[in-house]
């Protein structure tokens, strides 16, 4: 079965430092990959996704995120943390085949004024 | 741009009580699913549709019922309520099937507690 794990349940920044959320999974072959954010008591937004071509994809409000096939990860990164970042984030993954997609258990920003 | 719409936003229930979860999506997406969100555990798969008139088990079905007789709405029916079904319920909808690569698009949650 897909696995998405998500190293971090709860990770912390200072404002203007760089974020990591880092995202690895299991296919053995290149899936589809999605980052979504969800603020509290809202429902989950997509900041980014990659199907195909450039392996390096740009989101919104400053994200980008990097599929790298060799390491089985899709880790999303952000220059200069802000504190309208503080969210829950989930990683998501869905194949060429099937009908599901797949979610890891999400990983909750903070960030340090 | 209504999206991706749900009913009731908060509800209490009784065990034992039966309820639905409306959902309704304006985008004529094909595919819709339910997940359920508790602490820890992420979104899990409750249930899934490709299309009008066809359902399908995801990964915590147990207790839950689907019915899509339209494109548009596809309900999540809850037979018996019971406390372990206390939870953050979403759901979402792709204008195709995930092996296509489409984007999933989430409502806004129905929180729902069982007493």
């Known amino acids: 079965a897909q696995s998405v794990t998500q190293l971090g349940s709860h990770v912390s920044v200072s404002e203007g430092a760089l974020v990591l959320l880092r995202c690895n999974y299991s296919?053995?072959?290149?899936?589809?990959l999605f980052w979504y954010v969800q603020y509290p008591n809202q429902g989950l937004q997509l900041l980014l996704k990659?199907?195909?071509?450039?392996?390096l994809v740009k989101g919104i409000n400053g994200f980008e995120a990097e599929f790298k096939k060799s390491e089985t990860s899709f880790h999303l990164t952000k220059p200069s943390a802000h504190m309208s970042d503080a969210a829950e984030y989930f990683c998501?993954?869905?194949?060429?085949?099937?009908?599901?997609?797949?979610f890891g258990t999400g990983t909750s920003l903070t960030v340090i004024p | 741009n209504a999206g991706v719409t749900q009913t009731p936003k908060f509800q209490v229930l009784k065990t034992g009580q039966s309820m639905t979860l409306q959902c309704a999506q304006d985008?004529?997406?094909?595919?819709m699913s339910w997940y359920r969100q508790d602490p820890g555990m992420g979104l899990r798969l409750i249930h899934y549709?490709?299309?009008?008139?066809?359902?399908d088990q995801g990964e915590v079905p147990n207790g839950y019922n689907v019915s899509r007789s339209t494109t548009e709405d596809f309900p999540l029916r809850l037979l018996s309520a019971a406390p372990s079904q206390t939870s953050v319920y979403f759901c979402?909808?792709?204008?195709?099937?995930?092996?296509?690569?489409?984007?999933?698009?989430f409502g806004e949650g129905s929180w729902l507690t069982v007493v």
């Open positions: 979402a909808s792709s204008w195709a099937r995930p092996s296509s690569g489409n984007t999933i698009y």
């Open positions: 296919s053995s072959v290149p899936p589809y």
């Open positions: 990659y199907t195909t071509g450039a392996t």
């Open positions: 998501a993954v869905s194949l060429n085949t099937g009908n599901q997609f797949y």
């Open positions: 985008m004529n997406h094909e595919y």
């Open positions: 549709s490709v299309g009008a008139g066809i359902t």
